[in-house]
């Protein structure tokens, strides 16, 4: 089993930055994919960023030079460096782990971006 707590969620003003971090603990494959999804009220569940373990990020478009996700597999973490914030970033963030046929989430984290 795999378990993903996030944390680094909060209230944040237009412009500004937040950093999320997911922790994976259990059993966890040397290839696998990492990454963030975000769901606003009233909307679907959507594709934030993904980090393979051994390949090219990925983002949204609405996110492209504003967020960056990163990894560190010695620490079983992935990362979500978000700057110029917008209010329609607002929305839980969930992390995510896909390996093998697998996929787990996290608990989520609140993002609130305040104009």
């Known amino acids: 089993q795999v378990q993903l707590v996030e944390s680094g969620g909060g209230l944040v003003q237009v412009g500004g930055s937040l950093r999320l971090s997911c922790l994976a603990s259990g059993t966890i494959l040397g290839i696998n994919v990492m990454g963030w999804y975000r769901q606003a009220p009233g909307k679907q569940r959507e594709l934030v960023a993904l980090?393979?373990?051994?390949?090219?990020?990925t983002y949204a478009d609405s996110v492209k030079g504003r967020f960056t996700i990163s990894r560190d597999n010695g620490k079983n973490t992935v990362y979500l460096q978000m700057n110029t914030l917008k209010p329609e970033d607002t929305g839980v963030y969930y992390c995510n782990l896909q390996q093998g046929r697998n996929a787990y989430w996290g608990q989520g984290t609140q993002v609130t971006v305040s104009s």
């Open positions: 980090v393979p373990s051994g390949g090219r990020t």
